[in-house]
Each structure stands twice: as structure tokens, then as C-alpha cells.
């Protein structure tokens, strides 16, 4: 049996261990986070996607657990509504269409639970070394001792660590736009009903939603700046200021 190592566990990772064990493939997936990484904003699953989820069987599920946002406001800085929209929302679009919308850790959850139990999973832990055989790659883990696998893909995210590992670091290839963002959960303190609210600065944004039927709520900062570097996934950028004089903090952020 063709013996597959796939790093990262989250949509592509998940969704393609699912389709090679449906092949006979022998899947291995290794995460770095202690298990599924939760938290993420509410994303759409459209198009080709939502052929993809019924092929697994998955679409009813995610339908299930879709926002049930009903609409959104801007707001000023002091929280005062300047408009409100009922047909869109800037998280997913128009609000009728046959998109599902849902959060990104209740996609990866379901697409994990399809490949159970056949997907071996190695989580807390990383690739640190690859050797390409021809025939084949030995893998050397952090934790896991070293194995060997037929094919190695990287399912690792914008900063792959795969591709680092393969190819050159990531400063060749990536192209860098400026924007920073942290999303993170906080309770629903607004008591926001199936409702989002965003206020926007020159370069900067902030926006807070209801989530999981309204027993939480999900909150993004964002900021333009071409200079800022984040090193690394999780890095604790100094507070940043919306444009408009309002104070913002943030627990992560991941630049884009
Ligand atoms: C926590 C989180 C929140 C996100 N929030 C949003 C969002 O709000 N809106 C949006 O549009 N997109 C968001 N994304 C990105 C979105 O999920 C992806 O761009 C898209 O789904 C593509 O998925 P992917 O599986 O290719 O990559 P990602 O979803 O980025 O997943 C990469 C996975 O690889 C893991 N990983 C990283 N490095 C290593 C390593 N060295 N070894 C092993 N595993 C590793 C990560 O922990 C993660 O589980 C988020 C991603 C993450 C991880």
C-alpha cells in the first residue's frame, strides 16, 4: 500500500486525506498543533467546494452548522450605526445564495471526523528533515521517530514548511500585501443577534460577530503595513492603533 505523509490538518490537509484513503492510500498526517487548531472567521464554502463536501456526504452537516448571520452595521467609533445591510455581509457576500457559510473550525472538524478512523494522525509535531530517496522520502519528526513514507505533501499553509524544507525559504516566493489580521473569540458582550458590526479606519478594521448561535462571538483587527514583518504564525505584534484614535488589541495575528 502506497504510504502518504500529509503536513497539516486543516482544509486541504483533512479534505486530502479523506479522498487517498477513498483510493487506498495508507495516510499519515502530521499536525503541529496539539490537535484540530481551533478558531478562524466564518468562510464560504461555494462553487466546486460545495460538490466536494457532497461527494463525502458532508453537505447536510455543514448546513447544519451554517452562521445564520441576518446581516451587518457600520459603525463609528463609538460604536454609533452609520448604515446597515440586510442582502450582504463582508464575510460572505449576498446572504441568498447556495453558498454555506460556516466557521473554519467547524468545517475542519467535520472534515476530520470523515476520515476517522482510517487517517493516522501525528499531532504536536513537525517535520524537520526530508531526504528524497527517488524511490521514496525518510522523514524525520521532532517527536515522532523517523519514518519512511512514499510521498510527502504540504498542506501547511501559506508559510508551508514543506515547501521551506523543499524548495528555498519563503521570501522567494511569497508576495507580500501589507495586511495583517488577528481573529480571535470572544464572548458575545454586544449580545449580537445573528448579526455582524464592522468600523473602518483609513488602515485599519475591526469587526465582531455572533457565532454559534449566538453563544459566542468572533472578533478581527486588521492593519495595513508594508513594513511590519511577523516571523512567525503567532506573534504578538505591539498594539496597534485604529486610524480614528481607538485603541485595539490582539491576543495573535497572521499576516497575509
Ligand atoms: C487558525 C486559522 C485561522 C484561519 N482563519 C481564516 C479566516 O478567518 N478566513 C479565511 O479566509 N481563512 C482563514 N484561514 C486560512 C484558511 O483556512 C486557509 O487559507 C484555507 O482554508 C486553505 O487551507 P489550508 O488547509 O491550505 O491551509 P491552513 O488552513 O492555513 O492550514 C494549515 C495547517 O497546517 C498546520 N501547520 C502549519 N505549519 C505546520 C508544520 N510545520 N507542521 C505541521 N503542521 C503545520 C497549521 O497548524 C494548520 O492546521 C485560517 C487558517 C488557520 C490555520
Redesign the pocket.
Known sequence: MTKVLI???????TTLAYWLGQHGYSVTV????PGL?P???A?DVRGPALTVLDRMGLLQAAADRKTGIRGSSVVDCDGNELSRDTESTPTGGPIDNPDIELL?DDLVELLYQATQPATEYLFDD??TAMDNRGTGVDVTFEREPARSFDLVIG????HS?VCRLVFEPEERFIKRLGTHAA?FTVPNFLDLDFWQMWHYGDTTMAGIYSARNNAEARAMLGFMDTELRLTTAMSRPSSPRTSSGCPTTAGSARNC
Open positions: 503536513s497539516g490538518a486543516s482544509v486541504a490537509g502530521v499536525e503541529r498543533h487548531r478558531g478562524g472567521q468562510i473554519r513537525n517535520i498542506a501547511d499553509g501559506l514548511n481573529i
